[in-house]
């Protein structure tokens, strides 16, 4: 319980309150909200529960977190967005100065490849900016989907095409893969095929980069956050990219 007093010292007592800390003993994930009024991160607690201890770090209320203490956990989800956030540099600070090691990243982002600028981009997730879906034709786009490209883990429990909510995401952008970026899935709108999904490995790393946000896939955004985290989290010949 607590009690709490004026000057007047006039108290009041609360009722009184218990709970019970479980230790969890599963992989760790980190999920890195930059706007929590959107509540991103709450998808991917439901989307994990069980299978991992998920911990939520919120940007706009306690700035980016320290590079040592992000790598502590088995694997951290970079979750950018539909809103455009102004600490960019404090941004692209961290997400470099995490992947310098062994890691394991996820960056859902709409928006980080306009902000950031194709150097980034190329260093960070092995794909440059092509063009944003919604402006390439001067209006947004109503039939949006996603195609796999190939037979990967990332799409374990999922259809082949998945329909793209567009009101549920602030932006779609369509990508180069560069220096070992491989494309999982396309963007298919007005008859038009161009990458989505990008994903790269190397000694150091494995990077999942999703430009868009992924509340967008509605009931198939469950199956493909839990996809992600296990496919960056198994070493196994399955893995890989290409299978």
Known sequence: YYRVCDNGELCTTSQN?????N??????????EEHTSENQSGNYFNALAGDYCVTAWQVD?????????????NAV?????STWFSNDDNVSSFIKTFLQGTKRLIIE??????????NFMQEVTHSNFDHSLYNYYGYVPLDISLIQTTNHPLFNNLPDTMLFNNSLSSNAISLN???????LANWSFNGSITPAIIASTTEEEKLIYLPFVSTALQDNQPALIKNMV??????????????
């Open 77 to 81: 989800a970079w979750l950018g967005g």
């Open 61 to 73: 209320k306690s700035s980016v977190p320290p590079v040592d203490y992000a790598s502590s956990f």
């Open 17 to 21: 309150y218990s709970f019970k800390v």
């Open 230 to 243: 296990e496919w960056l989290l198994t070493d196994a010949q399955n893995a890989d990219l290409t299978v």
């Open 109 to 118: 982002d709409p928006n980080l490849a306009l902000v950031q600028g194709n």
């Open 23 to 32: 230790e969890c003993v599963l992989k760790n994930v980190l999920v890195i």
């Open 177 to 183: 893969p560069v220096d070992g970026g491989v494309v």
